[in-house]
């Protein structure tokens, strides 16, 4: 006689260990702001978003089990006012027993300027940022590299492609910071700026090794 459940219970275990390995997690959602009531084992995402419509790339980053905290901008936005607002929304969140390693804010284009702001204002070690073609958009960059960047702490990653028109290598505010540890890739595949308005794994794998720590 078969043993109950054999060859369920070995299909069941081989599922999980699919699963796994190929970094299977529950969805999170797509929120305007911080819940009331957070979740201190999940993983939240501030995403101050670019001139593109940011709902697909918030979409594709919640599949993959982020909490993500993000709204359409408005039509030319100074990034000092995203920063202070994201910066609330991360105070909200370890206010509410979130661990700083599993908050992340992201920015696309000016989004991305802010980003760096951001982690002038919050000066916390744990904080990881991700910079999105967003350093050398326009002259509150400079500014903000000049008078604010020694103020940065934390982890960031600066991604851009090479054929982009509009940003820069972010050095010249990651050289002021002897607190901020700081990692920039320029990628290759012709996308230009616009490659981080849409969820492409091209970028996106990048991003989520960093914010897991991988």
């Known amino acids: 006689m078969r043993p109950r459940g054999g060859r369920g219970g070995v299909l069941v275990l081989a599922l999980v260990a699919f699963l796994v390995a190929t970094g299977f997690s529950e969805a999170g959602q797509v929120r305007a702001d911080v819940p009331e009531t957070v979740d201190p084992h999940a993983r939240y995402l501030i995403f101050i978003q670019g001139p593109a419509p940011g709902e697909a790339v918030a979409n594709a ?100 492609e090479k054929t982009d028109q509009q940003a820069e290598s972010c050095q010249l505010a990651f050289s002021k910071s002897k607190t901020l540890e700081s990692d920039e890739k320029l990628l290759s595949n012709g996308g230009g700026h616009e490659m981080f308005g849409e969820a492409d794994p091209f970028w996106m794998d990048l991003v989520l090794a960093f914010l897991e720590r991988r």
């Open 61 to 160: 980053f919640a599949g993959r089990g982020f909490e993500v905290v993000t709204e359409r901008r408005n039509p030319n936005p100074d990034p000092f006012d995203l920063a202070r607002k994201a910066t609330g929304q991360v105070r909200r969140l370890l206010l509410g027993g979130i661990s700083a390693s599993r908050i992340g804010i992201m920015g696309f284009d000016v989004g991305g300027t802010a980003a760096l702001v951001a982690a002038a204002l919050l000066r916390d070690a744990e904080l990881s940022y991700v910079v999105l073609a967003g350093c050398g958009i326009d002259d509150r960059y400079y500014r903000f590299a000049t008078q604010l960047a020694d103020q940065m702490a934390g982890r960031a990653l600066h991604l851009w």
